[in-house]
């Protein structure tokens, strides 16, 4: 979710308020998280292959342990941490997009989420099933997740790129699309990528998110309460064997999505507020602000948490630390793999062309087939100003899979496996890799390889449309 500033008054006097405002119009700019995102996975490509490339990967494999005494240790490599840590924040975020689509958004009602859950679901089957084709009865078979996701960063910074040849209704469907693909993602990690129970540690996390539901029951706002309960839901579930990221996306779910007042409630006491701070004070610039003014002030701060639901500031708050933060350091940590003869040749092997006939060619055949049934059906009717060369267009897009599907392949064959040592009261958790780095690093060559002639692809084709009319531009905004 993008937040547009109100640059209204700003103080733009420092160097830092310069830097930041600098900052703010960057991130204002439609694809830019999907520019961070390349710039990063490109310079872990170019790590991974310079003079470096061995202290690249130790500094990945280096272990940090974390110990809260007598409670728990846990002793992990950096990339895990990554991977199972800050990726949480990642889950949590794309965990808060799908409640708010489900409850008020694209997925609202049925008649609006048949179109994008049907195409989602298309996109998810179709590019399965040509893995499991290639790759059936294989060492490569556990992988057959990677080809079903969609990295929406990049996907509709794609989209961003080509103007007015796209319309907004586009970007609103890709965007349903994409977060209904997130959650089949979230499904298939979690009942297909768990190996082992800790049904002692799960039941503790299911209390855990059930105190996070009761909290949401009994009217509470507070994001601190939500973030520590949902720390140590994530805990809970590292220690049971489920997913730990299953852990952000269940805890997004318990999070308030109503606000305390509407909009016309919070004008009212905002403008009486904002008249009694001016009666209560002095004239001079600098006049240092009385006791009825900072009451004032406080009022007003209530009323800005009471009209803004706590889903959406977590939104804001979250979203430009994962957009610019955690999935640039995922790209950094994910993306490097060594570039050479043997293993381009590898391309060829079931796993390599699984994965890119499946995001390729899989993607658009099950992302356009299902939305042509879901109209010829009449189950759903294009949106306004799509054609069906926009969908064609947004089905090849669908095969940027990207950030999701690097994490599956991290999963598939760059797995750990996890020791909890039980040593009362004392928990420790141990990794050791059980990774199968030949598969592993042909899936993350395969999924870059697939991502970029996907996306090249989609937008060859979004480049063939004419561009909107003014008017046609107009009734879009």
């Known amino acids: 979710m993008k937040v547009k500033s109100v640059p209204l008054g700003v103080d733009t006097s420092t160097p830092i308020t310069r830097l930041a405002r600098t900052f703010q119009r960057f991130a204002e700019i439609e694809g830019s998280g999907g520019i961070v995102l390349l710039i990063c996975a490109l310079i872990g490509l170019a790590l991974a292959n310079s003079p470096w490339s061995q202290e690249y990967m130790n500094f990945l494999d280096r272990h940090f342990l974390v110990a809260f005494d007598p409670l728990f240790t846990l002793d992990l490599p950096l990339s895990q941490w990554v991977n199972d840590g800050l990726m949480v924040v990642f889950f949590f975020v794309v965990g808060l997009e799908i409640k708010r689509e489900i409850l008020i958004g694209e997925l609202s009602s049925p008649r609006r989420a048949v179109l994008p859950i049907m195409a989602a679901t298309g996109g998810m089957v179709v590019p399965a099933l040509i893995y499991v084709l290639f790759n059936h009865g294989g060492t490569g078979e556990r992988g057959w997740g990677i080809p079903m996701a969609t990295d929406i960063a990049f996907a509709l910074g794609a989209l961003s790129l080509l103007g007015r040849r796209v319309p907004v209704s586009l970007k609103v469907f890709l965007t349903a699309l994409a977060i209904a693909d997130d959650l089949g993602a979230v499904l298939v990690i979690a009942i297909f990528y768990t190996d082992t129970l800790n049904m002692l540690a799960l039941e503790l996390g299911i209390l855990t998110l059930l105190a996070l539901v009761i909290f949401n029951r009994l009217g509470g706002r507070s994001l601190v309460v939500y973030g520590l309960l949902g720390l140590i839901t994530w805990i809970d579930f590292f220690f049971s064997g489920v997913h730990a990221t299953v852990a952000g996306v269940l805890v997004a779910m318990t999070i308030p999505v109503r606000n305390r007042i509407d909009a016309q409630t919070f004008l009212e006491r905002g403008r009486r507020l904002l008249d009694w701070f001016e009666h209560h ?67 060829l092997s079931p796993v390599g062309l699984g994965i890119f006939f499946g995001l390729v060619v899989g993607k658009f055949v099950g992302i356009f087939t299902a939305t042509f049934l879901a109209v010829k059906l009449k189950l759903a009717v294009l949106p306004r100003n799509v054609r069906w060369v926009h969908v064609a267009g947004v089905a090849c897009l669908g095969g940027m899979g990207f950030t999701m599907s690097l994490f599956i392949a991290g999963l598939a064959f760059g797995g750990h496996d996890f020791a909890v040592l039980r040593d009362a009261p004392h928990l420790a958790l141990t990794v050791s890799s059980s990774a199968d780095p030949l598969l592993h690093n042909v899936s993350k060559l395969a999924i870059l390889t697939a991502s970029l002639t996907a996306g090249m692809l989609g937008s060859l084709i979004l480049l063939r449309v004419p561009m909107l009319s003014e008017a046609e531009a107009a009734a879009e905004e």
């Open 281 to 347: 004070g002095g004239h001079g610039r600098h006049e240092i602000i009385t006791p009825d003014q900072r009451m004032a002030i406080h009022e007003l701060e209530q009323a800005c948490k009471q009209v803004e639901t706590p889903l959406h500031r977590f939104e804001t708050i979250l979203h430009p630390w994962v957009a610019y933060l955690i999935m640039p350091i995922f790209a950094l940590t994910n993306a490097g793999v060594a570039l050479n003869l043997e293993m381009v040749r590898h391309l």
